[in-house]
């Protein structure tokens, strides 16, 4: 008999919800492993944290692409959380879902179970909505979704500019409809981050039957011929070796389908190329990755109501958040934005999110500019460029390839540039007269399409929602590398459940969604 009845490995946004809601039978003997260390960064809690967080590489996988062929031959900076919560200890805490027609688009490309209807009360499930109940929103789950404690007054007159551009406003991004501009509701309760280690984790870490070890790489998964019995690990200088009786991957986009690969599950071919023997040929491993790639327009502010990121203007932040957890150090910095139609949308749907930040934002945030400015983001919601992940080399510990292979698509660079424009008209609509300053970027001297062509290259960043490197599918789908209880085809005893299995991107930010995905196969694995 195994010394584990499931092994998670991962503490991330998927993997933190598995652990605890595994955990909930008291017969169920789960260990959960985490390359990362424990949560204890007092910026992860605190949610303007967010902009210090950039700069601690403890916290972080801190991956590259490759140079992307369409941007300039540059490669992309991708943070991906590597602590106990995952990316949602470091993300921005914006909470949204996609719009319904994403997962009909999932169960219409042969996930059956998969829909709207079927995937609603699993984020309902989840959530704990501070406004109440509805038949879109629950309360009572572990994950806090509220609104915002302290918006900076700039942030309601993007909403106000974004309505007189003509986008309707929206205050439920959630709801009924997802199109408009209003400000994000995000993963926080009493104006702390609610990542999933603090949702889930934390309450169910006094079980007996629950093992949390962090500081543990997971190298290899350990099989019997075709049947996963294990995970080998490293910890602390030493190679260790977990028995299970399933072994549950929730390593995230990038890390699921690279240890996939160094266990022999992947595109025979790439595997050989490495010396690694194949137990499962699976081609889809590592392919279909899509991501949201986004521009910022920022313009100087004329005045000082944006956030002072002078060492002064912080530690007052700092001390009024410690003192009465409100004002400024409560602020997820992207405030609001939301779901529009660009000129080139072809049916009802928002192409683009917008998400607007009171605040000089280049580079994540890791050139300080000085002064004041704003900055609103716009991202294409759906992209049709696909890219790849390959393994660099047999080792855990080396980053695998990024092959984002942003805008190979040419119809991704035609809505970047739509989604800039509507940038542009929102910052030139009125409500912003008493702030605007000279356009920074792309600069007011891009005018054509082919010059904001040329800024969007230079210039574009992920914002962050890489998905579908290990995709669900039917059994009749040769590239799919789960099913649709996420089993890993052709072999026994493992799964993938994170945001690797995605089909397809959905419109809007990814924690929640990937929530929502564990929720559903924990339900599944429970009954
Ligand atoms: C900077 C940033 C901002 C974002 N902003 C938002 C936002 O505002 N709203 C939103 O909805 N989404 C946002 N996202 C995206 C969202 O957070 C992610 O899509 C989501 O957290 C992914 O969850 P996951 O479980 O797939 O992976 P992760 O949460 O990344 O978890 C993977 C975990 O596995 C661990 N791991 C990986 N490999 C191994 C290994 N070999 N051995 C042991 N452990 C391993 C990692 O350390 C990590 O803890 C943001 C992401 C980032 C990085």
């Not at 926080?188 to 309450?203: E, H, K, N, T």
């Not at 800024?455 to 669900?472: D, S």
Request: charged share 20%; aromatic share 6%; hydrophobic share 40%.
């Amino acid at each position: 008999m195994s010394a584990h009845d499931v092994v998670i490995v991962g503490a991330g946004s998927a993997g933190c919800v598995l652990a605890a809601r595994l955990s909930e039978d008291p017969r169920r003997r789960v260990l959960l492993l985490e390359a990362g260390g424990r949560d204890s960064n007092p910026f992860i809690h605190m949610p303007a944290g967010i902009a210090q967080l950039v700069k601690h590489r403890g916290i972080n996988w801190d991956y590259y692409t490759e140079p992307e062929p369409a941007l300039d031959g540059r490669r992309l900076w991708w943070p991906r959380g590597r602590v106990l919560g995952g990316s949602s200890s470091i993300n921005a805490m914006c909470y949204t879902r996609g719009q319904r027609e994403d997962y009909d688009a999932w169960a219409a490309a042969g996930c059956a179970g998969w829909s709207h209807a079927e995937v609603l009360p699993w984020f309902r499930r989840a959530e704990d909505q501070a406004r109440g109940a509805n038949e879109f929103h629950g309360v009572g789950g572990p994950l806090a979704v509220s609104d915002l404690r302290h918006v900076a007054p700039l942030s309601r007159v993007f909403v106000e500019a974004a309505v007189a551009a003509g986008v309707p406003p929206n205050d439920d991004f959630n709801g009924a409809c997802q199109e408009g501009v209003g400000l994000y509701q995000v993963t926080q309760r009493d104006g702390r981050r609610c990542s999933a280690a603090v949702a889930y984790l934390r309450p169910a870490l006094s079980r007996p039957n629950l093992r949390v070890v962090t500081g543990a790489l997971a190298s290899r998964l350990l099989f019997d011929g075709r049947r996963a019995i294990g995970v080998e690990y490293a910890r602390g200088g030493r190679l260790e070796r977990a028995d299970a009786g399933e072994v549950v991957l929730c390593g995230g986009a990038v890390n699921s389908p690279q240890l996939l690969m160094l266990s022999g599950i992947g595109a025979g071919a790439e595997l050989a190329r490495h010396g690694i023997p194949v137990i499962a040929d699976l081609p889809g491993v590592g392919a279909n990755l899509q991501d949201h790639l986004d521009f910022c327009t920022l313009w100087k502010c004329r005045t000082q109501d944006t956030y002072d990121f002078s060492k002064l203007g912080e530690a007052w932040v700092g001390l009024r958040y410690l003192l009465t957890r409100d004002g400024p150090g409560s602020s997820n910095v992207a405030e609001a934005g939301g779901f529009a139609r660009t000129a080139r949308a072809v049916d009802s749907r928002p192409d683009v999110q917008l998400h607007f930040v009171p605040a000089q934002l280049d580079d994540h945030g890791r050139n300080r500019m000085p002064g004041h400015g704003y900055t609103i983001h716009a991202c294409v919601l759906r992209p049709a460029s696909r890219g790849h992940l390959r393994l660099r080399t047999a080792s855990a510990a080396d980053a695998p390839a990024i092959h984002a292979n942003y805008l190979a698509a040419p119809e991704d660079l035609a809505t970047l540039v739509a989604g800039v424009r509507l940038a542009r008209e929102i910052g030139a609509a009125a409500p912003f007269d008493p702030y605007r300053g000279h356009e920074v970027f792309p600069g007011e001297d891009a005018c054509s399409d082919a010059e904001l062509a040329g800024a969007i290259r230079r210039k574009a960043e992920t914002i962050y929602h890489p998905v579908g490197t290990c995709r669900m599918g039917s059994d009749h789908d040769p590239d799919a590398v789960v099913d649709v209880k996420l089993r890993v085809r052709g072999v026994q005893n493992l799964r993938v459940v994170d945001a690797s299995v995605m089909p397809l991107l959905v419109s809007g930010n990814t924690n929640a969604p990937t929530i929502m995905i564990a929720e559903k196969i924990a339900g599944s694995i429970a009954a």
